[in-house]
């Protein structure tokens, strides 16, 4: 069994900075592709940053320039820096990892909210 664990999300100002982090455990053969969505009230889960095993890396153009996707592929951990958030960063942020066997799986979600 495959759990995800992220942790980070919070209440922060806008132009603030949080660092979201998602630890992947159990029986995981190879993770491709670790990757962060979120999904705001009433929208649709989005695409916000995905980074490969080799380390190539996707953003989506919103939050281009100001967050940045790592992981540590020892410790099947991603990352998500973001720095100057904006109240519309506001949103659920879920952990995805892609299996080189293209299994995906999910993590429960973390709350950020970018309010004064």
């Known amino acids: 069994q495959v759990q995800l664990v992220e942790s980070g999300g919070g209440l922060v100002q806008p132009g603030g900075s949080l660092r979201l982090s998602c630890a992947a455990s159990?029986?995981?053969?190879?993770?491709?592709?670790m990757g962060w969505y979120r999904q705001a009230p009433g929208n649709q889960r989005d695409l916000v940053a995905t980074?490969?095993?080799?380390?190539?890396?996707n953003y989506a153009d919103s939050v281009k320039g100001r967050f940045t996707i790592s992981r540590d592929n020892a410790k099947n951990t991603a990352y998500l820096q973001m720095n100057s958030l904006k109240p519309e960063d506001t949103a659920v942020y879920y952990c995805?990892?892609?299996?080189?066997?293209?299994?995906?799986?999910w993590g429960q979600g973390t709350q950020v909210t970018v309010s004064s």
């Open positions: 980074i490969t095993s080799g380390g190539s890396t």
């Open positions: 159990g029986t995981i053969f190879n993770i491709y592709v």
């Open positions: 995805k990892i892609v299996t080189t066997h293209d299994f995906n799986y």
